[in-house]
């Protein structure tokens, strides 16, 4: 097996905690944190589903990856811009979720829109 078939491999492994902490956000199975006092019932189950979708998309960018390292390993200049579009999804993603809790716990404080 040649080494990116190894690294798309690992790729697609990482995604998997993706898609189960979105299918227990989704199932309503993670609790909620002790700061956020002021969240009810509905707008928990509103930032689960946010977050679920956000954490499904996060992925679906990582399988993508590991299927583009898979079909491309051996070619450079198509890695490096995979790679790089990889990093800028993946990490924009993520600041999209950082953005979306604090935005719902800034509401149930009674401070948002």
Avoid: Y
């Amino acid at each position: 097996m040649a080494a990116h078939h190894i690294a798309a491999l690992v790729f697609a492994l990482m995604a998997v905690p993706a898609f189960v902490s979105a299918r227990w956000l989704a199932q309503g199975r993670l609790p909620l944190s002790s700061g956020s006092g002021g969240m009810t019932v509905r707008d928990k189950a509103v930032l689960d589903d946010k977050l679920a979708r956000l954490l499904r998309m996060i992925g679906l960018a990582m399988l993508a990856t590991a299927l583009g390292l898979a079909l491309w390993g051996d070619q450079e200049r198509r890695v490096l811009a995979l790679i790089g579009v990889m990093f800028v999804a993946v990490n924009g993603l993520a600041a999209v979720c950082i953005f979306t809790v604090a935005s719902a716990k800034r509401r149930a404080r009674g401070g948002g829109r």
